[in-house]
Nanobody, 122 residues
Framework: QVQLVESGGGLVQAGGSLRLSCAAS????????MGWFRQAPGKEREFVAA????????YSQEFVKGRVTISIDNAKNMVYLQMNSLKPEDTAVYYC???????????????WGQGTQVTVSS
């Protein structure tokens, strides 16, 4: 079992930055792939980034184009998503999730946080 709690969302102007945090609990945290997804109103949940237990990372180039970085602090059981050059279209609820393997598919993630709202004003 893994419990996930996101924080760090908020209102930011276009061009600004935010760092989202995800606190994870569970003894086997370090063996999971940790991912970030987002969901805007009226849209499907979208993959943003993921980092496997081995350190391999994958990003959604379609949506973020190198503007985000995912990192993990295993000692603190924390997952971070640094987002730069934010745009109004990045407005969404951002979710932290855990999966058994590196994937961009939401249905492969078994554990989800409650989400944190990110709003980017123009």
């Amino acid at each position: 079992q893994v419990q996930l709690v996101e924080s760090g969302g908020g209102l930011v102007q276009a061009g600004g930055s935010l760092r989202l945090s995800c606190a994870a609990s569970g003894r086997t945290f370090s063996s999971y792939t940790m991912g970030w997804f987002r969901q805007a109103p009226g849209k499907e949940r979208e993959f943003v980034a993921a980092r496997g237990w081995s350190g391999v990372t994958t990003y959604s180039q379609e949506f973020v184009k190198g503007r985000v970085t995912i990192s993990i602090d295993n000692a603190k059981n924390m997952v971070y998503l640094q987002m730069n050059s934010l745009k109004p279209e990045d407005t969404a609820v951002y979710y932290c999730a855990a999966a058994g393997r590196l994937s961009w598919r939401a249905n492969e993630y078994s554990y989800w946080g409650q989400g944190t709202q990110v709003t980017v004003s123009s």
